[in-house]
């Protein structure tokens, strides 16, 4: 079970590791970024990439058994969801249907199928060049009090800056850190933030089952959440494990508010469209 302590991450496979540390409706929030199951351990030589800073033991799954271990490690995070909990899911394509399977067997429900772009760097003749990941926004049915958490204004006050921070096609910024140890296919935290803070609340439970280069956790606990987490890679957890220490509690962000001026061409704008809405009604349209 999570402790009182601001942060628990354990050294081992997520599934014994929920079922052993983490209590039932426990978690606000999960956010990770699984194995694809497409042999990502030789990736490096496939892109030609250079990862001399990369940790070493990167832990793929074998295509054969993605099936079920995509149903194995979602029956639990769902299990420690509280009603009303989130849940992200970061997937590729190749194996986006065992995850979608595997949601469909719980009883979340699907919020958003959200494409994130991401330029890949890799070209191709015969086909359409891959330049998007998927996230999955997923929820527990809400129970008498306890409701899902969506923060529709945290970044903006009006209507219109919201909208467009929150539409379902989002950009995936590259997480450039040359010179420093990383973790292969590491997430930048800049695009985990906006996750976290839309989807749970100052001292919420966040959880990632693959903890990976641990950027789910360092940004959880800048904005001031509780973190839970489990890294199988033995190398991955020494190196950043020790990154959790010390970690300064940002303040909640002030949202941005539009000038008067701006705020005032809007609002005219907005009753010219509320005048034409009551007009049509009434005219039966």
Partial sequence: MYSDK??????????????????????????????????????????????????????????????EFSRDWITEAA???????SMYIVSGYTNLHHILNALHTTDLLEINHIIAQYSFGVSTKKKWVSSHYHVLFWAK????????????????????????????????PRDYKPGQIKNKNQLSEEFIDKFIMYSSNRGDLVMDPFCGGFTTARQSLRRGRGFVGFELNQHAYDAFVPTLEG????????????????LAKR???????????????QQGK
């Fill in 247 to 262: 970690i300064e509690d940002l303040p909640d962000p002030m949202p941005i508010v539009p000038s008067d001026a701006e």
């Fill in 141 to 172: 049915p809400d129970r008498s009090q306890s409701k899902r958490t969506f923060n529709t204004n945290w970044k903006y006050t009006d209507q219109k800056d919201s909208y467009h921070d929150r539409l379902t096609v989002q950009p995936m």
């Fill in 79 to 85: 299990r420690c969801l509280r009603p009303g909990g």
């Fill in 6 to 67: 601001t942060y628990q991450v354990y050294n081992q496979d997520c599934i014994s590791g929920m079922l052993e540390h983490v209590a039932t409706e426990s978690v606000d929030l999960v956010f990770t970024d699984p194995p694809y199951g497409i042999r990502g351990d030789e990736l490096d030589v496939h892109y030609h990439r250079d990862e001399s800073n990369v940790v070493p033991g990167y832990v793929d799954v074998p295509l054969e058994s993605y099936a």
């Fill in 267 to 281: 609002e005219k704008l907005r009753e010219g469209w509320r005048r034409d809405r009551v007009l049509r009604k």
